[in-house]
């Protein structure tokens, strides 16, 4: 699996277990939905992610 595909993957993982967590547990895990939204937006502009370094430096393939 590619750095790209494992990053869609746990951001979209990430983002659907932060709803769940906001609609049953507290509103404020809404917050880490925005995060993550946040560091997409942050990563598409500059072309850097920091889950990218993690996962190059797991061993995953550009």
């Known amino acids: 699996m590619t750095v790209d595909r494992m990053l869609r993957l746990i951001a979209g993982a990430f983002v659907l277990i932060s709803v769940a967590l906001g609609y049953w547990v507290s509103p404020y895990f809404y917050l880490f939905t925005a995060f993550v939204g946040l ?17 190059r430096m797991a061993g995953f393939k550009d």
Do not use: D, K, R, V
């Open 39 to 55: 560091n997409l937006f942050q990563s598409a502009l500059t072309q850097w992610c920091p889950m990218m370094t993690f996962l």
